[in-house]
Each structure stands twice: as structure tokens, then as C-alpha cells.
């Protein structure tokens, strides 16, 4: 009877046995078909990581120019007039080639002072602000007290205070009129309310 049931056990076994040993070997060849293509990704991410080549106008190398024939065969008024010491003077072409080089830095140094000019005027704007809200705290702080007509030290703090915020309006303005001098035309600014009495 032993023997029967070992039988019959195995027997039930067996095909559940091979039914779960067949996943597992489909399952091993799908995780070495898995590393295959993992493998296989990694390899053409580093080819693809090579930065492609873009060509601009600072990577080709300007084409030699010739030099002009018609300057060697210009009529003599344009080139040059020979002053009575025997040295070439310039000619009116060249001495314009020299003043438009001096006319773009002259150009080039005006946007320049234009954008330091703007740059102190928002740096100031900002002081100003800042100090417009600080007088208007210490106002409604001084205000606030019941006793503040006896408070020297604080009227005095916030005469200081204005006295510093007047002088900070006037560099603004100042400064604002010296970049609408330069050209420079500054956005208008939302007002800033009026200061608490």
C-alpha cells in the first residue's frame, strides 16, 4: 500500500514538476535576451553621445581675399596728395575708414554707460523704496504711541530719515536725468505711495 501511494504521489508530482520547470527555462532565456538588449542599449547611447558637429560662422575659416587690383590703378587724386615735405598725406576715404572705427566705439561706449547708468538707476530706485518703507514703518510706529509729541529721539529719527530719503530722490533724479541725456530712456515705474505724515 506504501508503495502505491509513493507511486500515485509521484505520479502527481512529476507533471507539476515539469510544468513549473518549463516557465523557469523560458524565463532564463528572457533575462539573457533582457541583458542582451540592455547591453546592447548602453553601447548605442555611447555612440549616440558624441556631440554632432554644428557648423556657425566662427568654425569656418574666412576665404582669403584678394587684394584689389583697382587700388594700385586708382586714379592719383585718391590716393594720396604729397605734401610739400615730401610725405604722403592721407586722403579723404582713408580718413574716414579711421572715424567710423572711432564712431562704433564712441557708439559702443554710449550703450555702455547707458546700461551702467540704468543699472545704478535700479540699484538707487531700490534704496529708495527700501527707504521709503522703513520712514513709513518708523512713522506709523512713532504715530502710534500716545505720548509721541514728547518722544525728541524718535522725531528726530524721522527727520534723519526723510532728510535721507530727500537725498536719495535727488540722486535719483539726478541720475535719471543723465541717462534721458544719453539717450537712454528709462520705463516708467509704478508710483510710490505717498509717505504717512
Known sequence: M????????LALILPLACSFALPLAAQDSQNTSVADAARRSREQKKASTKPATIITNDTLTPA???????AT???????SAVTAEGVAAPTGSNTADQNAPSAADEAEKKKKDVED???QVAALQGEVDLVQRSLSLDQDAFYSKPDFSNDKD????????????????????????????????????????????
Open 117 to 119: 547708468l540704468k543699472q
Open 64 to 70: 582669403p581675399t584678394p587684394a584689389p587690383a583697382a
Open 2 to 9: 506504501r508503495n502505491t501511494t509513493m507511486v500515485r504521489t
Open 154 to 197: 524718535g522725531k528726530a529719527k524721522l527727520d534723519a530719515e526723510q532728510a535721507d530719503l530727500k537725498q536719495k530722490q535727488d540722486d535719483l533724479a539726478q541720475l535719471k536725468a543723465k541717462l534721458a541725456g544719453l539717450g537712454g530712456v528709462e520705463e516708467p515705474k509704478a508710483p510710490t505711495p505717498p509717505a504717512k505724515p
Open 73 to 79: 590703378n586708382a586714379p592719383t587724386g585718391q590716393q
